[in-house]
Structure formats: C-alpha cells, structure tokens
C-alpha cells in the first residue's frame, strides 16, 4: 500500500490532451495538488501536455514507475494492464468505469483482470475509481480538482466511491489527509487499507464507507487489531433490499445481512453509523475529544426547554446525566432568591442574570463539572449574538482558559444558537477538547461515539469457556450429519448433548405401546410429536400434541400424528414420533446460521411459533466468549421478563449463557455445518432444555 499513497514515479494512462475547464485531465490535477515525483503522461496523440513529455505507450517510459494509473475505455484496459505487467509496474489503479459495475462482459473483464494481477503479483486498486489522494505529498490520481487542505484533520477516508474524496471537507471540517476510493474492490479492499494504516503515522481517525465485502473474517480480525490503536467509523450501506440492489449496481459488491454486519462490527469494536450526518459527528468527536471513560455527562444551559431536549437526547444515545458537584450550590445560589435552584442540567441564565454574574457563574460551573469524578463530559447549550451589548456572554476566553487548567482532559460538546453561530464555532472549535456541533441532539450523539470507542477499546480481552466434549459421539453424529445433510429428532439431541447442552428427557417410538410405555416412565404431562426430517415446521401442519395428561389423550394424539405421517411419506418406513417430558416456562430460540462472508453466526431471542412476528434475536459471530452470551441474553426485550418480574422468580440466566457457549464451541468444531435451528429451547427457574432441534449441512 505504500506505493499507492507515497509513490516516487508515476504512469498516467489517457491523459486527456485538452486542459482547463470541463478537461477532467488528471495529469493537470496532479501538478496542481502539487506532487514533486516523476510522471511519465501516456498518450499516443500527443507529444507534450502540460509542459511533460507524452509517451506513446507504457512501454516506451525509460524505466518502471512505482504506480500506473489507467483512465481508458474499459475494453482497452486489459491491453495497457498487460504493458505495465511487462514493465515491471507492480501498482496500478484503475479509473475507468464498465467493468463489475456495468454488465455480465464488465464482470468476466474484471475477473480477468483480477487473476492476471494475483499471477503477476501485481496490486489493482479499482476499477471504477478515483483512486488514492494524500495530502502531506501533494499525490492525486483523481481528475476532479477538489478541495485540498493546509492543515487537514488526521483521517484517512476509506470509500467505494469518490464522493468522499470530492467532498472532503463537508465530512470532515478540515478535510481528509488521505483518502482512497478502492471502487469495485477486486483486488485491494478494506482490509488491504486497514492494515496498511495500523500504524501509520499520519492516520489518528479511520473512516470507511462500506458497500460490500468478501473478506469478512479478515476484516473482523484486522479491524479489531486496528482499533485498539486508533478507532474505525464505518458507514455500511445498502441496509435495504433496494439499497443492496443498488450496491450491486454500483461497485458489483454483494451487500449481504445488514444484521451479519452489525454483529461483525461489534465483535471488532468499531463504530458503525448509519448516515452520513452520524459519519460527521463521528468523525469530528473522534479527532477532538479526549477519552470519555463513562457515560455521565453534564449540561449547561442558557435555556431549561433546551436542557429537557438534551436530557431526551442522551437516554437516545446511551449517556445519563450526572450528579450535580455538591459545593456548587453553595457557590452559586448564595444571596439568590429561594426557588432558583439547581440540578442537571443546570441552566445558569436565571442564576447569572439574576447575581449580574454570567462569566463567573459559568466558569464556576465549567470548572467543577469538570473537576466531578462523578462527570465524565460536558455538553454546553449556548447563545451567541453579533452585538457588542452582549460580550459579556462571550466565553470563548473562559473556556480555553478552564481546559487548559484542566489539560483538556474531558471532552466538552457545544451547540450554540442565534446570529453569530459559524464565528462562535469556528472560535470555540479550536480550542483543545472542545468540538461544535449543528444540533444539541448531534453534540450529545458526539459524546456518545467517543463514549462508545473507549469503552470498547478498554473491553476486557474475551474470556475462555472450556466445554468438555464427547468426541466419539460427536464425530459419529457428524459423520452421519455429512452423509445424509440433515440430523433431526434423537440424533440432534444426542450431538447437543455431546457438547452438554442440556436437551428434555424423551424417546422416539413406533408404537403405541412403546408411547405408553415412554410416557409412563417420563411421568405425565408429555408432547407428543413426529420426528422425521419431512416435517421440519410441525406446528404448521398439527404434528405436535402437548398437554396430554393421560393413556387414553395419548393414544388418541399417537394415532392422529400416525394418520398425518401416513399421509405425507405414505408410510414407506416406520413411523418415528417422539413422546418428551413436558416442560413449562419460557421459549427461546437459540441458532447458527452459516454467513457466505463472515463465517458462522449464533442467534439468540425469543422462540416458539412467534419467533418471525416478535423478532426479538440479538446476533454474534462465533466464537462467543461468556461476556458476549450474557450480552446477547441482555438485549432482548424478554431479558427483564427472564430476569424475574412482579415477584415471578427470573430464569437461570447463566445456564442459558453457558448453552450459547457450548453452542458456538460446537459451531466452531464442526466443518461444513451450515445451519442449527434448536426452537424452542425451554427456560424455568430449575433450568434450562432445548425441545426441537435440528441440524444441516
């Protein structure tokens, strides 16, 4: 990647003859942005643009460069990558459009191109692109003249389209100081970049916007590395089945679950957000803000309506208000008449006017907040007018003198209203700690994106759950599991118990007296149910029989379920129907589902025939330590009512964990297992049972 963002030499490909307005001419860019390697302009119908030697071919260059650029029609792209293979060109990008982006020919092109890059141990970074900028060396393979910063803020923007590099500074106040489009990613992808920009110097902030991505393990493990060194705010898209649709159009990426990828990201500790007002204020919290290492924020406000809005906003995004300091009444409410009082957030208007000491009041207020153990940011509602009449609400000075004090060790988040905001932000944006925002919902949401890295970053390592497994079983199960692509009834009872998920005590049958004979020996209630692989969604179809309290309920319910069998296999084999001991408490739904991208993914939530209308599941990527299952299990809109409510004793909480544990331990084992569906999986106080399982390869 070196080479991408610091090459020495350059080849431009196509390099347009015309310059100035509405010319697009990349090589004109370049020297503007002012780049002091060697370029080497491809164009065979010229012999000079912009004061530089044109060559007619990549061929013809004196010597290798360490990046060529193409910028041709796509059906010529392959002929030029093929020269800059023969010249010993190891970089190339490629601009042009057509290719995985456009049709079936587009993609074979692509393709194509891919597998000659990985033969010739060359690295593409395209096609349809802008390519790479970094700022510090004056590099841009891009033909848009965009905005370059002096003093760019220290983030590096990731993205499958050039919007972000056109449009830098709308997304980060001073612009990126490296950016690289990597288009349709068919060969260098996110990865490749994250792990570039690990330990980069000139990178504090990684930001990517994210399509689609084929390397999804990888990306898990290295975003996780990275960001224990420097936080990652990806923006996916093409949450949708409309936005995946379009994503495929755009850069060929296969979008994939939205869900997926939210577990994915937090398993790496990044920041997802979800448009790009969030990306804004990500971005900007993360360059400005100290560490936030709790969520307890003050705010101070020059207006309580405003004060109720910021309360609202921070139980939106995870913050709570903290306690006010306890000395701070006694400073600023001394000689003031009984009903002001103070609380948080703490509105000092009616205070400051009152004792004629705004400044006072409010540098006092700044400065315990911030010296409260109990605080751990500060949000600030303020006013800012044009007119001199009202300098003495101006605390820019204040403010700079308190952090500096304090060595900017809190983050402060202000939003300020009236006629003379863009100074006022742009004033208090440069002091240390201290960021702006447009909203006092988005400055709140500010704090909590610092919030959230932290917290994740100082995330304990995950711990290790031994499960002690009987592999003879196991691997017999197994083996029978890849032959016949399915294990249902006993048999998935039997490979769950192997890895000592507790499953409810019951025998499959053939005949009725085998069923009375089971039920007796079980004790009464019992199910009854069929068990055979034809019959995946048995309630649907009335072939499961519960509370049956008796021998005469039971044969009735046997018979019936032989009937439905008869029915369906036209009793070619002998009928198989499980009679279980019946369970009462609360279903659950636990699962794995095998992810084309990221491996497989364990499920959690709340079971039974409801399981699709409630959509009560919370998801992670195996392997699942204890904390991530006690996680998942408090997600759910059930965990209260697991818990125990209204003098109902709760669950056993830890045995459910333990089983999501034992779960993913085997989802790691078991190569080739595509999905485990375990619904319901039955909790109580005295444990915890699954009922129904199955499993698929």
């Not at 993609?107 to 692109?129: C, W």
């Not at 965009?146 to 449009?167: E, F, L, N, S, W």
Request: with cysteine.
């Amino acid at each position: 990647m070196e080479k991408f963002f610091n090459p020495k030499s350059v080849a431009l490909v196509g390099v347009p003859r015309k310059t100035g307005v509405g010319a697009y001419n990349n090589l004109e860019i370049l020297l503007k942005y002012g780049y002091k390697g060697q370029i080497f302009p491809i164009n065979p119908r010229a012999e000079q643009i912009c004061g530089l030697r044109c060559y007619s071919s990549v061929l013809e260059i004196p010597e290798s460069a360490d990046l060529a650029v193409i910028a041709v029609g796509r059906d010529r792209v392959p002929a030029v990558f093929d020269q800059c293979c023969q010249k010993g060109i190891k970089r190339v990008v490629i601009i042009s459009q057509g290719f995985a982006d456009g049709d079936e020919q587009g993609k074979q092109l692509q393709e194509d191109l891919a597998a000659r890059a990985k033969s010739e141990g060359v690295r593409i970074i395209g096609p349809n692109t802008l390519g790479v900028y970094n700022v510090y060396q004056g590099f841009n393979t891009g033909f848009v003249d965009h905005y370059k910063p002096q003093r760019p803020d220290p983030v590096c923007m990731i993205a499958q389209t050039g919007v972000y590099q056109a449009g830098a500074k709308v997304f980060s106040e001073n612009g990126f100081a490296k950016a690289i489009d990597i288009g349709n990613a068919c060969d260098v992808d996110v990865v490749d970049v994250l792990e570039y920009l690990e330990n980069d110097p000139d990178t504090r902030v990684i930001a990517v916007h994210l399509e689609g991505n084929k390397r999804g393990k990888e990306l898990v493990r290295i975003a996780r590395r990275v960001t224990i060194k420097r936080p990652i705010v990806i923006l996916k898209t093409g949450r949708s089945a409309e936005g995946a649709r379009a994503a495929l159009s755009h850069t060929g990426s296969l979008v994939g679950d939205d869900e997926v990828f939210d577990a994915a990201f937090e398993k790496a500790g990044v920041i997802r957000v979800r448009s790009n007002s969030e990306l804004q204020d990500a971005i900007k919290a993360l360059v400005h803000f100290p560490p936030m290492n709790g969520r307890k924020i003050a705010v101070i406000t020059a207006t309580g309506a405003l004060g109720i809005i910021s309360t609202d906003a921070c139980k939106d995004f995870g913050l709570e208000l903290g306690p006010v300091p306890p000395y701070l009444p006694s400073k600023i409410l001394k000689g003031l008449p009984k009903w002001v009082n103070l609380s948080n957030p703490i509105d000092i208007w009616p205070i400051g006017m009152i004792s004629g000491k705004m400044p006072q009041v409010f540098e006092t207020v700044l400065t315990d907040v911030l010296d409260s153990k109990d605080i751990d940011a500060v949000a600030v509602v303020w006013v800012s007018f044009k007119s001199p009449l009202h300098s003495d609400i101006d605390f820019r000075e204040i403010t700079a003198r308190v952090q500096r004090i304090h060595k900017a060790g809190k983050p402060i988040a202000f939003w300020f209203y009236g006629d003379n905001v863009e100074k006022a932000n742009k004033e208090y944006g440069s002091i240390a700690g201290v960021a702006c925002f447009p909203t006092i919902e988005r400055a709140i949401r500010g704090l909590s994106f610092i919030y959230r890295y932290h917290r994740k970053r100082e995330e304990p390592k995950a711990d290790s759950f031994d499960v002690k497994v009987d592999r003879l079983s196991r691997d017999k199960l197994v083996k029978k599991g890849n032959r016949e692509k399915i294990l249902v009834g006993e048999e998935a009872f039997a490979l769950l118990n192997a890895y000592g998920i507790p499953t409810a005590p019951g025998k499959v049958v053939h005949k009725v007296s085998e069923a009375l004979e089971a039920a007796s020996s079980l004790g009464y209630p019992v199910v009854c149910k069929v068990s055979d692989r034809n019959f995946i969604h048995k309630t649907e179809i009335g072939a499961v029989e519960i509370n049956i309290s008796s021998e005469e309920e039971l044969k009735r319910a046997f018979n019936r379920l032989l009937k439905i069998i008869k029915n369906r296999n036209n009793l070619q084999e002998r009928p198989n129907i499980l009679v279980q001991k019946q369970i009462r408490g609360h279903e659950l739904l636990l699962g794995l589902k095998r992810d084309p991208c990221f491996g497989m993914v364990l499920v959690c939530g709340q079971g039974g025939i409801y399981t699709e209308i409630y959509k009560d599941t919370a998801r992670a990527l195996t392997p699942v330590s204890l904390r991530e299952a006690q996680g998942m299990l408090s997600e759910l809109k059930l965990f209260p009512i697991l818990k125990g409510i209204r003098g109902q004793r709760g669950v056993d909480l830890d045995q459910i964990a333990s089983a999501i544990c034992r779960l993913s331990a085997l989802a790691e084992d078991i190569d080739g297992l595509m999905e485990v569906d375990i619904n319901p999986f039955m909790v109580n106080s005295s444990g915890s049972w699954a009922v129904d399982a199955r499993f698929i390869w």
